[in-house]
């Protein structure tokens, strides 16, 4: 096997059970080395229960999890050796400053590049001589960030990270995990918001109540990329149904309801077209509607 | 006012479990007392033989209270009414920081703050709470009381006089939590001020005049400098007295005044001494766990340090004075020379000796929040951070518990060299001075094992550490200062690894206690450093 496409994350049927709670159920999960791979599901679907278990903060009920090859419950030490984390929720130390905390989180890991520490304190705008106490969540988040980027890394495991940024900042970061990757690195980014992932990664694995219901690259996700259309003051609504690429129409009069395929996009719209129509909505493809639609009928319970 | 009461209901659900077990905690404490008192002095020559050996030696003088004549009740009085009323004002302090600037600090006031209360409205219901927490706290002492068997109305007196401090130290608390920025500076700073109202009304008891039956002991002015001095005045089983309970009620009511006076004039998150900003880059050793847990541990060490500095300098600079003055009473005197051997100078050494004895439950206690301060950054996920890191649990909890350790060490030394410092300013030949460091340290050992206690606790029930590891230091001092008593069987006693330390300089120092305490608090590290690589971190 060479390194390009042996697994750096390879997990099997992993379990975790929280008391009579269910978290993880038998996640199967690769992640190859050098790619980003967006790690994808609603709010308690376990994605940072599977952080925490490739991180070897917890124990796997079953199933085993390898990462660079090692068990990270039996041997953290080794396999922290070359990860850089971020967590979902930041707490920092409320009498510590910024820059204290990215000293002893970089400290920890071996000790931060000076430069690059010093490049994403002024990226990011963060002032590092505030106490953690009077920051927002978005700076803590940066605190985090700059922590787990000030020190090359081999695998960056990210959880939710641009939750709390604002758009420039997000772009800062984007630019980090460019960069990282252009030095080989493997990413693991987990989030709930689909045109992130869209943005950044390489290949996804959609995870829902524990389990991975979908994984490949984005072409191969591509029937999860529908744009959802809602169309009023149709004369005969029932037409739409015969357009290329459209999906679940429900009609209600003169109106009608359905997601249309992205390479459809074009045609779709020539379709709608006509004298009558009095109201158009077209939404992006949303994470939640895609869980709504398409896995509510497995599993039954679990989706808001 | 009724948004006001909602919400004290509101935080009286959140401490559903909290104030029960402080309020049957402190009941049961008075229960045993009264029971033991009146099962072992239960005739009136024992009471006074009691009374007398108290009046005679100002460590007991200090540590406990004024003897105020005979009876069951009045005795019970004497032996346990400061330890209740030092309870019963942590558990006020505690109620209203949690209630006020804990939940300030993590944000659940600004929540609050945008419903259509006035913005004063969580200190006034916590005052509340505070307020009926306490008066819940007399009636159910006054009930344990009785059910012992005392008179019903010193029972109410005492209970009366137990809330009464409890109520003061609600107001005060709830300026307390105006002036700090953060919860856990707050809850130190008050807990430092119920720690100094112990202290100062000890000075003041230590220094009293004994009535001519050596069954009444009045006490010097310092008292009259703390609430709970105050609550003693009161004089419950011997001649009731209100006023000393109206002082300490308006004191409540002016400081929850000022409290809430200041709350409406200040912003949300603003504090008296404001937040200022730290450095750009962490120091040398701010990289490590030991750097990082020194950083977190080194302000309340430092509040540890100055209570047993001030515990040595009064056994130091006081002992001879208070001394001086039970022995210049002539009855006294006699007694004195039948009882401690070398007569005066041995009876400062006695007092010395009780001193440090209370500056080894410090170290302890010192030693046991040090560890626990691991629980706290797991429950607030800042461990999740550290050990993501290429360094093992092991290494963690080793880090913690050196600076525990070092930190009892510190406690330690620094009341031995305050009291062997105060020894040379008040210029007593005692020859005890020098020995002074070593006889504190010897309480280290024991120290050891609670704080080693408490890192076993954390590796293996890390949602129960904090309550086992600080009930495990009450349990020990309540064997070890109650057990006597309390009548219970010598091996009970001797659980409390507070009764293997050398009581220096009064005892020789016992290297196979100090040996033996040592041992066991390392089986237990060694236990701790298995464990705590056999858990999942939780929240």
Same mark, same amino acid.
């Given at each position: 096997?060479?390194?390009?496409t ?6 099997l ?17 690769s992640? #190859?080395?050098?790619e ?7 709010n ?9 278990v &490739?991180?070897?903060l917890?124990?796997?009920t079953s ?5 660079f090859?090692?068990d990270?419950?039996a041997?953290?030490v080794?396999?922290? %050796?070359?990860i850089?984390y ?8 409320p009498?510590?400053s910024g820059?204290e905390a990215i000293?002893?989180l970089?400290g ?5 590049d000076?430069?690059l520490?010093r490049e994403l ?5 963060l002032?590092?001589?505030k106490?953690?106490?009077?920051y927002?969540k978005?700076?803590r ?5 700059i922590?787990?980027?000030?020190? $090359?890394a081999?695998?960056y495991?990210?959880?939710?990270p641009? /939750?709390g ?9 984007r ?10 690195a493997?990413?693991l980014l ?8 869209e943005q950044?990664?390489d290949?996804i694995t959609?995870?829902?109540?524990g389990?991975a219901?979908?994984?490949g690259t984005?072409?191969? !996700?591509?029937?999860l ?9 149709l004369?005969?609504?029932?037409r739409?149904?015969a357009?290329?690429?459209t999906?679940?129409?429900s009609?209600?009069g003169?109106a /009608?309801?359905f997601?249309?395929d992205a ?7 020539a379709?709608i077209?006509e ?7 077209v939404?992006?493809? @949303?994470?939640?509607?895609?869980f ?9 319970s679990?989706v808001? | ?8 209901l509101?935080?009286a659900r ?8 402080? +309020?049957?905690?402190?009941t049961?404490?008075?229960f045993a007392?009264s029971?033991?008192?009146?099962t072992?002095f ?6 006074a033989?009691i009374?007398t050996?108290?009046?005679?030696n100002?460590?007991f !003088? ?8 005979t ?7 004497f ?5 209740t009323?030092?309870l ?11 209630h006020? %600037?804990?939940d300030?600090?993590?944000?659940r006031?600004?929540? !609050? ?7 004063a409205?969580?200190?006034? /219901?916590?005052?509340?709470?505070g307020?009926a927490a306490?008066?819940?706290?007399g009636g159910f ?13 010193? /029972?109410v ?9 409890g109520?003061s130290?609600?107001g005060l ?7 700090? $920025?953060?919860g ?5 700073? #008050?807990a430092a &001020?119920?720690g100094a109202a112990y202290?100062?009304?000890?000075i003041g008891?230590?220094?009293?005049t004994p009535?001519?039956d050596?069954?009444?002991v ?7 400098l703390s609430p709970i001095?105050?609550g003693?005045r ?9 006023f000393?309970l109206?002082?300490?009620s ?5 400081l929850?005044?000022? #409290?809430?006076?200041i ?9 008296l001494l ?9 120091g040398?050793g701010g990289?490590s766990f ?5 950083r977190l541990q080194?302000?309340t ?10 515990l ?8 001879p004075l208070v001394?001086?003055?039970v022995? *210049?009473?002539?009855?006294l005197?006699?007694l +004195?020379?039948?009882?401690?051997p ?8 006695v007092?010395i000796?009780a001193l440090l004895?209370v500056a ?5 206690a010192?030693?046991i ?5 691991m ?7 800042? @461990? ?7 360094v *093992?649990?092991?290494r963690?909890l080793?880090?913690n518990?050196f ?6 060490a510190?406690v330690?030394a620094?009341a031995?060299?305050? #009291? ?5 300013? *008040?210029?007593?030949?005692t ?6 460091v070593p006889a504190?340290?010897?309480h280290?050992?024991a120290?050891?094992?609670f ?5 076993l606790?954390?590796a293996?029930a890390?949602?129960l550490?904090?309550?086992l590891?600080?009930g ?5 001092l ?8 309390f009548?219970l069987?010598?091996w !009970?006693?001797?659980l409390?690894?507070?009764r293997?330390s050398?009581?220096?300089p009064v005892?020789?120092f016992?290297?196979?206690g100090?040996?033996?305490l ?7 590290a060694?236990?701790a450093?298995?464990?705590i ?6 929240a």
């Open positions: 096997m060479n390194a390009a042996q697994s750096v994350i390879e997990t049927g992993l379990v975790k059970d929280f008391g009579r709670t269910r978290a993880l159920d038998g996640l199967d999960l992640v #190859a080395a050098g980003i791979h967006g790690f994808l599901g609603p308690g679907a376990g994605k940072s229960t599977t952080l925490r &490739l991180l070897g917890i124990r796997p199933g085993t999890a390898r990462v090859g090692l990270p419950w041997d953290p080794a396999t922290h %050796r070359d850089a971020v967590p979902g929720d930041v707490s920092l130390w009498n510590l820059g000293d002893l970089t920890l890991r071996g000790g931060a000076g430069t520490r304190i002024e990226e990011f705008e002032d590092p001589r106490k953690a106490r009077t927002s978005g700076n988040q940066k605190v985090a960030l922590a787990a980027f000030a020190r $090359p081999r695998l495991l990210l959880d939710e641009s /939750a940024l604002d758009p420039l900042m997000d772009a800062v970061f630019r980090q995990i460019d960069r990282v990757s252009r030095d080989g493997t990413v987990s989030s709930h918001i689909l045109s992130e992932v950044l990664c290949r959609i995870i829902r109540s389990t219901v979908e994984t984005l072409g191969e !996700l591509r029937h990329k529908r744009t959802h259309f809602r169309v009023t003051g004369a005969e609504p029932a739409l149904a357009l290329p690429g999906h679940g129409i009609i209600d003169t /009608a309801e997601d249309a390479a459809d996009l074009g045609a779709v719209l379709g077209a004298p009558g129509i009095s109201g158009l909505t939404a992006p493809p @949303s994470l939640e509607s895609l709504l639609r398409h896995y509510s009928d497995r599993n039954g679990g808001k | 006012m009724s948004g006001v009461v909602r919400l004290a509101f935080q959140r401490d559903r479990v909290t104030l029960p077990v402080w +309020i049957l905690g402190i049961v404490l008075g007392t029971s033991a008192v009146a072992q239960g005739d009136e020559a024992a009471q033989a009374l050996l108290a009046a005679s100002p460590a !003088l200090f540590l406990r209270g004024l003897p105020d004549g009876g069951v009740g009045a005795v019970v009085f032996q346990g009414y400061a330890f009323a030092v019963a004002a942590l558990m006020s302090t505690f109620l209203v920081v949690r006020t %600037r804990t300030e600090e993590l944000g006031a600004e929540l !609050l703050g945008s419903v259509p209360l006035p913005r409205a969580s200190v006034a /219901a916590a005052l509340l709470l307020a306490n008066l819940l706290l002492v006054a009930a344990g009381f009785v059910a012992a068997g005392l008179p019903v109305p010193g /029972a007196w005492a209970g009366a006089a137990v809330g009464a401090v109520v130290f609600v608390a709830a300026v307390v939590a105006q002036v700090l $920025p953060s856990r500076s707050a809850n130190g700073a #008050a &001020l119920v202290l100062i009304r000890g008891d230590a220094l009293g009535a001519a050596l069954l009444h009045s006490s010097a002015w310092p008292s009259l001095g105050w003693q009161s004089r419950p089983f011997t001649s009731p007295d209100l000393p109206l002082v300490l308006t004191a409540a009511l002016v929850g005044g000022a #409290a809430l006076l709350r409406r004039r200040r912003d949300v998150g603003a504090s404001p937040q200022g900003d730290g450095r750009e880059r962490a040398a990289t030991v750097g990082l847990a020194w080194r302000s060490l430092a509040g540890w340090c100055v209570g047993a500095a001030a040595g300098a009064v056994a130091g600079v006081l002992g001394t001086e003055t022995s *210049s009473v002539a009855p005197k006699e +004195i020379s039948r009882l401690v070398g007569g005066q100078a041995g009876l400062i050494d007092f000796t004895g080894g439950v410090f170290a302890a010192a030693g929040q040090a560890v626990l301060r629980r706290a950054e797991e429950a607030e996920g800042r @461990s999740e951070l550290l050990l993501a890191a290429p *093992s649990r092991a963690w080793g880090a518990l600076i525990a350790a070092a930190s009892a510190l330690c620094t031995g060299a305050a #009291a062997a410092l105060g020894l040379g300013v *008040s210029g007593t030949p020859g005890a001075g020098g020995s002074l504190a340290l010897a280290v050992p120290a050891l094992v704080l080693a206690a408490a890192g606790a954390f293996a890390p949602r550490s904090i309550p590891g600080w495990m230091l009450a349990a020990g309540v064997l070890g200062e109650f057990g006597e008593l009548g069987p010598v !009970l006693q001797d409390s690894p507070f293997h050398s009581a220096m005892e020789p016992d290297p196979v100090a040996w033996g040592a041992v066991v608090a390392a089986a237990l060694g236990l450093a298995y464990s690589r056999r858990r999942d971190l939780t």
